[in-house]
DNA sequence: GATAGTTACGGTAGTCGTAACTATC
DNA sequence: GATAGTTACGACTACCGTAACTATC
């Protein structure tokens, strides 16, 4: 047995059992591929895929956890070399953010700043998208970790570690009416059209159960994927926006003000989300407790262990 | 990198940093497993031993985060065999207990005639010894499973389920005064000379801890490693015994009788262990959960995966 | 000087790729 | 007949063991 034969019965899995791709992606013959194969099986005794003939169709049962096992081995290899990579030239190296705009605009400048202050050699890198397109990200390893709030929990190899809470404010020009509403309901709310953001992004659930809960349809006429955006058109106008209380800032958001709508809506948790079985330089461990301040590397490890565990096993 | 190379800095490691010795351990030759940790060390680009010009002196900071990873490796690779195993022939194969003696007497009876009758084709075997000697079985994988009161929790390897909890009673020839006591003392109990556990074994600590606290000092007369061996002495008149209730049978021990103390005592857990990171073939799980309803598969695979992470990776 | 580890070198085994062949859809 | 996988074979690599050498205690 050898971690190239579990690369091609994993790589086989992911290429929807189909061997000649599989090579491809190996870059290595497809013969090649085969024999390993079937070699592995015969050294644990076990079909590993099921074969109509030649062709392979399906996994076996065994098949399924040695697959399990083998993904394990090999995120192990790898987590070796990082080791080495994180002692070879320590605090140095690449640190890949993905996130949604919110987080990068308003929550993580000064994480970042502080951290850049204590880890000068370490090249950041932020990536933007949809909470779906950010943990996607994570998982394919193109980043080290996810911030988002929509945390999609079905992800088993993402560990989601709860940071803080946050709710929403209603935003509008400075003499809008709805500024003075003390306290604001949702049936004022209700009344103006509303700007807030895409439904793929940060809590929509949250708003629209409100506006169920009460029998009321809000009058959404625009949605964006960011909140300057929304304030951009809230500006124009357009109408009032609701946002992420932290997307509103007193002194750079002239013309505008915001009336808080934290009793108003559930509020929501935004996460920071790693890959369970990958090994983490020691400055990741430390941006996420600059990020979250609870979540020191003992916790962090803690809940990459425990929690989460698929039932499927 | 392969798992050769893995397999000897574990070795060597667990060698007392001797290379040579290694290679007797692994059956191969010191020049072989000396090059191919250098190797190892090239390619992961980091000293994994400290050497003093050529004798290896200790271990890296990188390489106790390396060993780690390795074992976790080599383990998942002994894994892939036991699944192979598992499924070659379901419902055959070996399952190997190490536990004490009060357990293998009065517990174990019943649920092992439950489990064979399941599993006519697994053969049992099982292993008496002291507490740490049984949890040392299971460590060196002589043994699949570990029953025990006195859980030793300084293994990190280990993982302790608590399966149920007991205490303890007095046994005395049938017309000794202190079966008449109501309710029974401790004041009671240390005016009469004691056999017992021997302290290395289940739960001495629990009962010193008691007649400490009420400033009693039990006369203990003679200290024995099973139950059967204190009632025997006890039919002998040498003194009152003080065993696991379990351990008492009024049908079988005639001549002598029971007095419960389990208000006078903590109680002790009785756990099962298992090392962590190794794949258990079905039947494993199913004698785990015929020894303790509770522990169905799912519980514990959750339990293996998370609880006493170990602060020093 | 004894013990422990590295360098040198030859034999062997096993992996990889090309080519030819075979089976499934 | 096109696509997918196995068998066959030759080249190459890399691992292992012996032997000689070198450094540490």
């Given at each position: 047995?050898?971690?190239?034969?579990?690369?091609?019965?994993?790589?086989?899995?992911?290429?929807?059992?189909?061997?000649?791709?599989?090579?491809?992606?190996?870059?290595?013959?497809?013969?090649?591929?085969?024999?390993?194969?079937?070699?592995?099986?015969?050294?644990?005794?076990?079909?590993?895929?099921?074969?109509?003939?030649?062709?392979?169709?399906?996994?076996t049962?065994?098949g399924?956890?040695?697959?399990?096992?083998?993904?394990?081995?090999?995120?192990?290899?790898?987590n070796?070399?990082?080791?080495?990579?994180?002692?070879?030239?320590?605090?140095?190296?690449?640190?890949?953010?993905?996130?949604?705009?919110?987080?990068?605009?308003?929550?993580?400048?000064?994480?970042?700043?502080?951290?850049?202050?204590?880890?000068?050699?370490?090249?950041?890198?932020?990536?933007?998208?949809?909470?779906?397109?950010?943990?996607?990200?994570?998982?394919?390893?193109?980043?080290?970790?996810?911030i988002?709030?929509?945390?999609?929990?079905?992800?088993?190899?993402?560990?989601?570690?709860?940071?803080?809470?946050?709710?929403?404010?209603?935003?509008?020009?400075?003499?809008?009416?709805?500024?003075?509403?003390?306290?604001?309901?949702?049936?004022?709310?209700?009344?103006?059209?509303?700007?807030?953001?895409?439904?793929?992004?940060?809590?929509?659930?949250?708003?629209?159960?409100?506006?169920?809960?009460?029998?009321?349809?809000?009058?959404?006429?625009?949605?964006?994927?960011?909140?300057?955006?929304?304030?951009?058109?809230?500006?124009?106008?357009?109408?009032?926006?609701?946002?992420?209380?932290?997307?509103?800032?007193?002194?750079?958001?002239?013309?505008?003000?915001?009336?808080?709508?934290?009793?108003?809506?559930?509020?929501?948790?935004?996460?920071?989300?790693?890959?369970?079985?990958?090994?983490?330089r020691?400055?990741?461990?430390?941006?996420?407790?600059?990020?979250?301040?609870?979540?020191?590397?003992?916790?962090?490890?803690a809940?990459?262990?425990?929690?989460?565990?698929?039932?499927?096993?």
């Amino acid at each position: 047995m050898n971690f190239q034969q579990l690369r091609y019965i994993v790589e086989v899995d992911r290429n929807g059992l189909n061997v000649s791709e599989a090579a491809e992606t190996l870059f290595t013959s497809q013969p090649g591929v085969s024999k390993q194969i079937r070699a592995l099986e015969e050294e644990l005794g076990v079909a590993i895929f099921v074969r109509h003939g030649k062709r392979i169709v399906d996994v076996t049962e065994p098949g399924r956890e040695m697959l399990n096992i083998a993904r394990r081995v090999l995120a192990d290899a790898d987590n070796l070399h990082r080791v080495g990579e994180e002692f070879r030239n320590e605090g140095q190296g690449r640190l890949s953010i993905a996130t949604t705009h919110t987080q990068a605009r308003y929550k993580l400048p000064k994480v970042i700043a502080e951290f850049t202050r204590r880890y000068p050699k370490v090249r950041l890198e932020l990536h933007q998208g949809s909470p779906s397109q950010v943990c996607d990200m994570v998982l394919s390893g193109d980043a080290d970790l996810v911030i988002a709030t929509e945390a999609i929990s079905d992800y088993p190899d993402l560990v989601m570690l709860p940071c803080y809470q946050w709710n929403r404010g209603v935003v509008a020009p400075s003499d809008h009416p709805i500024l003075k509403a003390r306290p604001l309901s949702l049936e004022e709310i209700a009344r103006w059209p509303i700007i807030t953001y895409d439904s793929a992004f940060t809590g929509r659930g949250q708003m629209n159960k409100a506006f169920l809960g009460r029998g009321l349809k809000p009058n959404v006429v625009l949605t964006a994927i960011d909140s300057d955006v929304i304030k951009t058109y809230v500006r124009m106008g357009l109408g009032i926006g609701i946002v992420a209380s932290m997307a509103f800032d007193p002194l750079m958001d002239k013309g505008l003000g915001m009336n808080d709508a934290g009793h108003l809506f559930e509020s929501s948790t935004t996460r920071i989300g790693i890959r369970r079985n990958v090994w983490l330089r020691g400055y990741i461990y430390a941006f996420v407790e600059l990020f979250a301040p609870a979540l020191n590397r003992h916790v962090v490890e803690a809940a990459r262990a425990g929690g989460g565990t698929d039932p499927g096993l």
